[in-house]
Structures are given as C-alpha cells and as structure tokens.
C-alpha cells in the first residue's frame, strides 16, 4: 500500500495517510525538543552549582 | 614494509582533491549575493576571483587525474588531509583580496583556524569587515565544522566504496546509514534544520535588543553558525559582549552544547530516541566534566571576589566553561581581564575545560567525551582485574547508540590519541615560552589552539613571530583531523622524499 491510496476496508472508504512524513516531522520535533530541554536542565544545574560556591565562599 | 607512494596515489588524491574543491566554489555564491545586496562591489570581485580560481583547478583536477577506482584506507587518510591543504589555500583567496590582513602567513592562519572551528583570529579591524566577508569567515566554521570531505560527500561523491574511509580520515567516523552518501547528507540535514532555527531564535534575541531586521538576521546567523560548530568567531571584537543581552547569551550557550553533541547521537535522538541522552556515555562524561570544572571556576572567581554579584559570576564565568568545554570560544570577557583579573583556580579550571572537549565525530576538539570515558572505564576494567581472582571472568561494557563491550584495543587507541593532544599542548607551550610569552598565557593559547577551542589571552595577534602562527596552524590541523591521516601524510611524503634521495645518489 502507498501513502494517500483511497482502499476499502468492509465497504468503509478511507484514506491513508502519509503516516511515515508525519511520523518523521514528529519525530525531529521531538528530538530537537529533547535536546534543547536537556540543555536547559544541564545549565540550571550549572547555575545551582555555582550559587552554592558563590553564596558559600563570598559570605 | 612500508606502503610506498605511487603516482596513482597522487592521482587519485588529486582526483577527490579538485571534487572537494569544486564543491567549497559553488558555497562561495552565497557571499557574492550578499555582496550584491549590500553593493559590496570590491568584494564580490573577490568572490568571483575565488570561484573562478576554484573551479578551474576543480575541472582541471577532475579532467585531467580522472580515475573510476575507489580510494583505499591509505589514499583516503591522505585524501583527507591534503584536501584541507588545497581548501585554506583557495578560500583564502578572497580573504587576501579584502586587504584586512598583514601577510598572506595570516590569512592562512585564519584560514585554518576556521576550517578546524577554532575561532583564533587574526583579521584586522573586524568591526569595519564587509558583510559578505563576514559571511565567508562564519561559514567556513559552518562547513568545517561539519567536514569539508562530509560537505563533498553528500553533494558531489557518490556510489564511492571507499567514500567511508575519506571520512574516517576526516576524524568523522560514525556511520549512521548503511550508505555513507546518505550518512553525510544525514549530517547536513541535522547541521540545516538547526541552522534555521538557531538563526530565526538569535535573530528575534538580537531585533528585541535593538539591532535592524536585515542585521539581525545577519548577526543571528553568524553567531550561530560560530556556536554551533564550536568556532568561535564573531563580526565584532567584543565578540558575545557586543549584544549586551541575556537571551543571546543563553541561545548561544544552547548552540554551544547542542554543536558539540556527537551527530550520531543527534540523529538517534531525531529519530524517535530521546532516552538515549540519559544513557549515552559521552553524555554522562560531559555532564561530570563540566560539572568538575564549573566547580573550578565558580569556586575561584567567588573566593577572589573578582565578581560582585552571582549574574556576572554566571555570564562571565560560566558562560566561559560552557565555551571553553564545547571547544567554541565564543567570550563574553576580555582577554585583559583573563590575564590580570582571573584567579588560578578559574584559570586551571577554564584550562582543563579546553583540553577536554565535546563529544566524538561532532565540531568540537580536544580529547572528546568518548574517549575519556572509555580511558577511565578501562581503569576501573584493569583495576578490578588485578583485585578480583585470576579466575573472575567479567566484562565491561559501555552505552553509546548501542551496548557495546570495552576492548583493550578501545581502551588503548582512546589513551594514544589523548596522548597526542597533550603533546601538541606541550609543543605549543614550548615554542610559545621560546617565543618569550610568559608560561602561563603560553600555555592557555597552546591549548586553546590544539583543542580547537579559539579563547584567547592576548598571544595571538598580527604582531605574534611568524614561527608561532606556523606552530598553532599545525597543531589546530593535527587537533582537528585527529592526528592519523596527517601521521600517513607526513609518513608517505617522508618516504617520497628518501625514495627520490636514494635514487639521485644512485
């Protein structure tokens, strides 16, 4: 079967959809979502190391 | 017995040589259409100048040495490395034509830094550099950030067998397809999609800041392209500290990490894989270093109370670890300051950060995660193996894309190639302290140009003995390509030599 066939299924007509493009695109969204958060996580944990030393060796 | 040049090698290397060069001609259109936008006229004469030049030699390279055979290991690792030779020396034609360097010695230093991604710079008067130049410069740290031979790959060499080894040459060795064509433009795909969007969220940070529409885009797509293949370079001295703005500041240090993240690790994440990032052994050394070395820093500039407040501790100090570990050298601090300002403890610690790295087969340099993970796992490996009995049979094993088992080979590759890089640090320091630097600022250029980060302390400058500027292109060309395919190159190229003596005498 290729992507956009209309195919009957029990008398029902329905079209499929190009499920690999949409699954592709979600999957990059996803990824470079992933990633960009990870980051966020990576500096908040920088900024809560260097709060601690900051706060510690300057009082 | 040693394998022996033959005139076939030279001309197959010549073949793929002129290929490569064929492709860095057509990038340079794009800076001849901005310099038309912009009126530019004198530097778009130097473009065209540059594409003619490169696409004469391309042809004529491709005419004249064509052959049908794939390159072997040997021919790629010279491949490799010679084709970087032949790409500073003809993109460099524009560079000379702009008049904004001293000797053709420092364009090829610029050259050099920014196809490794370094971000050490010697143009004069950045600040007044045309807009197409300023193209140019950033997206040769774009284009070698991803690999000049990966940029031929995906475009113009195709159903090569020995493609693959031309790239492992290239220190690019992860294969994420079965196809290496489809692998390179895997890379590309990955490197144009964040293009995009890295350019769009730096553009609106720098429109909200008060820069015009077109400059913004400009200045947005510069400073990602010097992020995210961890180079380094800006369109204005002040580099980072130029936009005065937090939100670019935070982009970059995003483009930072995310550029310095191994491209198979990108592409399995993309793929409908985001545990991997939990799980990927580069990951978790990166997480450990950069958490050593912020310690490092914070623990140094707060016991020195250089810095009032935690923000200016953070957006200079920090912000420096980020682009020092990523190999960027993007600085949002002067180089004064560094030399006169900073405490040893943050010094040692920016120092560490550099010679460390990102991760393998990414933009970044230095040692790179993988390796000093697997190095330190095979301690523990060797370790256990001298407590436990002679009898204990176990193995260790490590997650990168899939489980794979620790070998003796892994273990002693990974400590070779470390091995390497801290001799070029230490060649560089030496020449550096002969030079008559002192040690310390020495040292911190020395590493700084071997791990191709591109932060400076004021040593590399026009005025710098030309004997230096020789050295760190040297070291950023072995820092970059990872030592072997420069290592055959050299080897071969001695053994021409010899061969051509011996038969002279004879």
């Known amino acids: 079967m290729q992507d956009g066939l209309i195919f009957n299924n029990n008398g029902n007509q329905s079209e499929k959809k190009p499920a690999i493009k949409n699954g592709v695109i979600k999957n990059v969204v996803v990824g470079f979502s992933s990633e960009v958060l990870f980051a966020l996580c990576l500096f908040a944990w920088l900024v809560i190391l260097t709060a601690i030393f900051f706060f510690v060796l300057s009082s | 017995m040693l394998r022996k040049l033959t005139k076939f090698d030279f001309k197959i290397t010549m073949y793929y040589t002129g290929k490569i060069i064929l492709g860095l001609a057509f990038t340079m259109v794009i800076p001849l259409i901005i310099a038309l936008i912009y009126k530019e006229f004198d530097s778009a004469m130097d473009f065209i100048i540059g594409i003619l030049s490169s696409v004469i030699f391309g042809l004529a390279c491709m005419k004249f040495m064509k052959t049908d055979k794939p390159p072997n290991l040997f021919q790629s690792m010279i491949i490799a490395a010679f084709s970087w030779i032949f790409a500073c020396a003809f993109c460099s034609i524009p560079y000379y034509l702009s008049g904004h360097f001293e000797s053709y010695l420092d364009v090829y230093f610029d050259l050099m830094s920014a196809f490794t991604t370094t971000g050490l710079a010697l143009i004069k008067n950045v600040d007044h550099v045309s807009n197409a130049l300023n193209m140019w410069r950033h997206m040769l740290t774009y284009i070698g950030g991803q690999g000049i031979v990966v940029l031929a790959l995906a475009f113009l060499i195709r159903n090569t067998g020995g493609a693959y080894k031309i790239m492992v040459g290239e220190a690019k060795d992860e294969s994420l397809e079965p196809s290496i064509t489809k692998t390179a433009q895997n890379i590309w795909i990955i490197s144009l999609v964040s293009l995009f969007v890295g350019t769009t969220m730096a553009a609106i940070a720098a429109y909200y800041d008060g820069l015009s529409w077109d400059r913004s885009i400009l200045h947005g797509s510069w400073m990602f392209m010097s992020a995210w293949s961890t180079g380094g370079f800006a369109p204005c001295t002040q580099n980072l500290s130029f936009y005065h703005s937090y939100a670019f500041e935070i982009i970059m240090c995003l483009y930072m990490v995310m ?248």
């Not at chain 2, 920016?350 to 697997?374: D, H, P, Q, V, Y």
């Not at chain 2, 560089?428 to 980060?453: D, H, K, M, R």
Request: with cysteine.
């Open chain 2, 259 to 506: 550029g310095s993240f191994n491209f198979a690790l990108h592409y399995v994440v993309w793929k409908g894989n985001p545990k991997e990032l939990l799980r990927n052994i580069e990951i978790k050394t990166f997480v450990v270093t950069l958490s050593i070395t912020t310690i490092f820093v914070a623990w140094g500039l707060s016991a020195a109370g250089i810095f009032t407040n935690l923000n200016s501790v953070l957006r200079r100090g920090i912000l420096l670890v980020i682009s020092a570990h990523t190999g960027t050298g993007q600085m949002a601090v002067y180089a004064n300051q560094l030399v006169h300002s900073w405490q040893p403890l943050a010094y040692m610690g920016i120092c560490i950060a550099m010679m460390l790295g990102g991760s393998a087969a990414s933009t970044a340099g230095g040692f790179k995660a993988l390796r000093i993970g697997i190095f330190f796992k095979g301690l523990i490996h060797e370790t256990k193996r001298l407590i436990l009995p002679e009898s204990a049979v176990f193995k260790m094993t490590f997650h990168h894309i899939k489980d794979q088992i620790i070998e003796s080979g892994m273990v002693k590759m990974a400590g070779l190639i470390i091995l390497c890089y801290c001799f070029i640090y230490l060649f560089g320091t030496v020449v550096g302290v002969a030079c008559g630097y002192p040690l310390g600022q020495a040292t911190f250029e020395s590493i700084s140009a071997g791990a191709n980060v591109g932060l400076t302390m004021g040593v590399v400058s026009p005025s710098m003995p030309a004997i230096l500027k020789i050295t760190y292109i040297i070291t950023m060309w072995l820092g970059r390509l990872e030592f072997l395919s420069i290592f055959v190159l050299v080897g071969s190229v001695g053994l021409a030599i010899g061969q051509a003596f011996k038969g002279g005498r004879k």
